[in-house]
């Protein structure tokens, strides 16, 4: 398996140096096209001549107008791989995502034991933590028995309740929970035996 995550991770280097030569050969083009339409400008801008009137001009002087035919079979060559290298660069650019999904797909297998066992851990804390809510929420209704509430000695809980309690099936951790069982990374059994563990503890 690590000779593949390797493998595949080289696969991504050179994808990627691929694309980033196509990127920027694509800027040295555009920068040459734009020399060279500055250079053969053929519409007058204010304050300046055209190239046209410019030649018109040398022509009328006596002097030899400046040949801009090359440049302009320049341009259409580069406006021509211009175009050919934005359709590289969308196939290049869908190569590396390509490539980026084999190697986390790699890396995510090879290290699905380890994030099987972050989630247990993360769950263990969540049903410890939800337990020990339910019961500071028990400890604060208590107050009423007295005609009052407990704000004067009890910490707010708030925000933690966002999470609500596990005896109900559309709470947050509920849902949670659920959802990672149906998805495999842990079972019923599990989280049950988790419950247990913590109630134990508490």
Same mark, same amino acid.
């Given at each position: 398996m ?23 050969? $694509? !800027?040295?083009? &555009? ?5 060279? *339409? %500055?250079a053969?400008?053929?519409? /007058? ?10 030649q ?13 035919a ?8 580069l406006?021509n ?8 660069? $969308? !196939?290049?650019? &869908? ?5 980026? *999904? %084999?190697?986390?797909?790699?890396? /995510? ?13 993360h769950?263990r804390a ?19 028995e ?20 596990m ?21 019923k059994?599990?989280?049950e ?10």
């Amino acid at each position: 398996m690590e000779i593949k995550i390797e493998e595949a991770k080289a696969a991504k280097v050179e994808a990627q140096a691929k694309l980033n030569q196509l990127l920027t050969r $694509r !800027l040295e083009n &555009e920068k040459r096209l734009s020399e060279i *339409r %500055e250079a053969t400008l053929t519409t /007058g801008k204010p304050g300046r001549e055209s190239d046209l009137t410019r030649q018109a001009r040398a022509m009328l002087s006596g002097e030899v107008p400046e040949n801009t035919a090359p440049l302009l079979a320049e341009k259409e060559i580069l406006e021509n791989e211009l175009h050919i290298l934005r359709e590289a660069i $969308r !196939l290049q650019s &869908e190569e590396v995502g390509r490539a980026d *999904r %084999e190697l986390s797909i790699l890396v /995510g297998t090879a290290r699905l034991p380890e994030k099987k066992a972050l989630i247990l851990e993360h769950c263990r804390a969540l049903i410890r933590v939800n337990g020990t809510i339910e019961k500071l929420q028990a400890f604060n209704e208590s107050f009423r028995e007295y005609g009052t509430s407990s704000k004067c000695c009890a910490e707010s809980i708030n925000y933690l309740m966002l999470l609500g309690s596990m005896s109900d099936r559309f709470s947050v951790v509920t849902v949670y929970l659920n959802d990672l069982i149906e998805r495999g990374w842990i079972s019923k059994a599990e989280v049950e035996a988790m419950k247990g563990a913590a109630k134990e503890g508490w």
